[in-house]
C-alpha cells in the first residue's frame, strides 16, 4: 500500500510539472512572439494546453502504476506460493512485462532453491556411494509399504543381503575400490529388481543391502538370483575380482507382522547362509515368540 501511495505521488507531482511546463512554454512563446501580447484569452488558451498536457501525463502515469501494481502483486502471490512449498512454477507473466530483469531473478533463485533441496534430499534419504535409499529412508518407507501391501491382501517379503568376502577387497585395493565394488553391486541389484514392481532396494551399512518386496511370492527365487548376479568377477585396477552374496529371506507373516521382526528373521537367515557355506539364499526357519520377535533359523 505504502509502495502504491508513493507511485501514484510522483504520478501526480509528474502530471503538475508536465501541465505548469506546457503553460510556462505558452505564455513565454506567446510573449516573445511579435505582436503578441498575453491577453486573458491566450492565457486562457495556454491554460487549456496545460491542463490537457497534464491529464495526457497523469494518464500515462496511472498506466504505468497500473502495470506495476500489478507486477507487485503478483510478486506477493508469487512468493506465498514458495513459502507453500512451490518452487516449481515460473515467475508470473505480469512481472516479466513490468520487471524483465526481476522475472529472470526470481526464477534463477527458485532454481538454486531446487538443486540445493534436492542435495540435501540426497544427503538426508539416499546413500552417496551407491545412489541406493540408505537406512532412515528404507525403514520409514518401508513401514508403509508393508502396510500398503498387507491392507492390499498381499504377502511381503524382506531379503538380507551381505556381501562375501568383501572385507578382502578392502584391505587389498582400498576404501576408493571397495566403494567402486559397492556401487557394481548395487547396479547388479537393479537388473536383478528391473522387472519387480514394489522392490525396494537399500544399502542398510558397510556391506549390507537389503529389498523389500511387497509381494513375497517367489522371494527365495528372487535371491537366489541375486546370489547368481553377485558371482560374476569385476575388474578392479585390472584384475577380475569375484567375492559373492549370502542372502537371507523372511516372509510376512510367518517370520514377522512388523518391519523390525522381519529384518531381525532375514538377518539371522543370512547369517545362517554364511554358516551354511556362503554364496547362497537361506529362507528364515524359526518359530515367532511374538510379532517382531524370533528365535533360531535354518538353512533351507
Not at 253 to 269: E, F, I, K, Q
Request: one cysteine or more; hydrophobic letters at 50%; glycine letters at 10%.
Amino acid at each position: 500500500m505504502a509502495a502504491d501511495q508513493s507511485h501514484k505521488g510522483r504520478a501526480l507531482a509528474f502530471a503538475l510539472g508536465a501541465g505548469a511546463l506546457a503553460f510556462l512554454l505558452c505564455v513565454l512563446g506567446m510573449l516573445a512572439w511579435p505582436g503578441l501580447s498575453a491577453e486573458v484569452d491566450e492565457v486562457a488558451a495556454a491554460l487549456s494546453v496545460s491542463v490537457m498536457c497534464g491529464v495526457l501525463s497523469w494518464a500515462a502515469a496511472e498506466r504505468a502504476i497500473a502495470v506495476h501494481a500489478e507486477a507487485i502483486d503478483a510478486i506477493s502471490e508469487r512468493l506465498e506460493q514458495a513459502a507453500a512449498g512451490d518452487i516449481v512454477s515460473p515467475s508470473p507473466p505480469a512481472v516479466g512485462v513490468a520487471w524483465p530483469g526481476v522475472a529472470e531473478a526470481l526464477d534463477m533463485m527458485f532454481a538454486r532453491m531446487r538443486r540445493n533441496l534436492d542435495r540435501v534430499n540426497r544427503l538426508a534419504f539416499y546413500d552417496p556411494v551407491t545412489g541406493l535409499p540408505n537406512r532412515a529412508h528404507f525403514r520409514e518407507t518401508a513401514a508403509c509399504a508393508i502396510e500398503e501391501a498387507v491392507a492390499g491382501g498381499e504377502r511381503p517379503a524382506l531379503l538380507f543381503v551381505d556381501l562375501d568376502g568383501f572385507k578382502l577387497v578392502n584391505d587389498r585395493f582400498g576404501h576408493a575400490a571397495g566403494d567402486r565394488m559397492l556401487a557394481e553391486m548395487a547396479a547388479r541389484l537393479r537388473e536383478v529388481l528391473i522387472d519387480r514392481d514394489g522392490a525396494l532396494p537399500a544399502r542398510l551399512a558397510g556391506d549390507e543391502f537389503i529389498i523389500l518386496l511387497t509381494d513375497g511370492n517367489a522371494a527365495l527365487a528372487l535371491a537366489e538370483a541375486v546370489v547368481e548376479a553377485a558371482k560374476a568377477p569385476a575388474t578392479i585396477e585390472g584384475q577380475a575380482v569375484a567375492i559373492g552374496a549370502s542372502v537371507g529371506v523372511a516372509l510376512w507373516p510367518d517370520h514377522g507382522r512388523t518391519l523390525p521382526g522381519l529384518m531381525g528373521a532375514a538377518d539371522r537367515a543370512m547369517y545362517q547362509a554364511k554358516a551354511a557355506g556362503r554364496g547362497r539364499a537361506c529362507l528364515f526357519d524359526g518359530i515367532v515368540d511374538q510379532p517382531g520377535r524370533t528365535r533360531r533359523s535354518k538353512a533351507a
